[in-house]
T-cell receptor, first 114, second 112 residues
Framework: GESVGLHLPTLSVQEGDNSIINCAYS??????FIWYKQESGKGPQFIID?????DKRQGQRVTVLLNKTVKHLSLQIAATQPGDSAVYFC?????????????FGKGTLLTVNP | EAQVTQNPRYLITVTGKKLTVTCSQN?????MSWYRQDPGLGLRQIYY???????DKGDVPEGYKVSRKEKRNFPLILESPSPNQTSLYFC???????????FGPGTRLTVT
């Protein structure tokens, strides 16, 4: 597959453990945030999103936490499985104006050890 | 099957030879976007389109053109490719705005 993991922060966990992936965003005006998962050789896949009027949102086995005070976003994966091994990207955007750009972080490589 | 398709998947070309990478989606999405992905730099948005005939620059538009004549298609055009445009390119679409985007499989472009 394509190598997109060079120079990335890495997180290695044991199967069954919980994983926490962190992201610092840059624009205090951003009001929505998204997490994507990218497996080797594939395009990014949407996981979960959160708007700035929330500080927590839960999905299936995943939880996103937003701390606007320190501009920090985290993705928690419960009971991590080998299939969760991938690069995880956070992204930020601003829905309030006419600019509909999306800015991605550089990603974190998650490795799940069986 | 709902999907975003890109063609070609792999392309090796020479500096200055115009090329087009096609992108098509079958989900009737209004928002489409192009990204490039480089090691250590993550995904960077090149151009996006909110709807037919509406396009706007992303963070790295220099050296690229796009058009949106039909809702389903959003081609990326490199009029005069240069080696610094060697990258992995992704097209994406979503129903409305840059929210839950569906990504294509990627196009690996090498410019020599």
């Amino acid at each position: 597959g394509e190598s997109v993991g060079l120079h990335l922060p890495t997180l290695s966990v044991q199967e069954g453990d919980n994983s926490i992936i962190n992201c610092a965003y840059s624009n205090s005006a951003s009001d929505y945030f998204i997490w994507y998962k990218q497996e080797s050789g594939k395009g990014p896949q949407f996981i979960i999103d959160i708007r700035s009027n929330m500080d927590k949102r839960q999905g299936q086995r995943v939880t996103v936490l937003l701390n606007k005070t320190v501009k920090h976003l985290s993705l928690q994966i419960a009971a991590t499985q080998p299939g969760d091994s991938a690069v995880y990207f956070c992204a930020e955007g601003n829905s309030g104006g006419s600019n509909y750009k999306l800015t991605f972080g550089k990603g974190t490589l998650l490795t799940v050890n069986p | 099957e709902a999907q975003v398709t890109q063609n070609p998947r792999y392309l090796i070309t020479v500096t200055g030879k115009k090329l087009t990478v096609t992108c098509s989606q079958n989900m009737n999405h209004e928002y489409m976007s192009w990204y490039r992905q480089d090691p250590g730099l993550g995904l960077r948005q090149i151009y996006y389109s909110m709807n037919v005939e509406v396009t706007d620059k992303g963070d790295v538009p220099e050296g690229y053109k796009v058009s949106r004549k039909e809702k389903r298609n959003f081609p990326l055009i490199l009029e005069s490719p240069s080696p610094n445009q060697t990258s992995l390119y992704f097209c994406a679409s979503s129903l409305l705005g840059p929210y839950e985007q569906y990504f294509g499989p990627g196009t690996r472009l090498t410019v020599t």
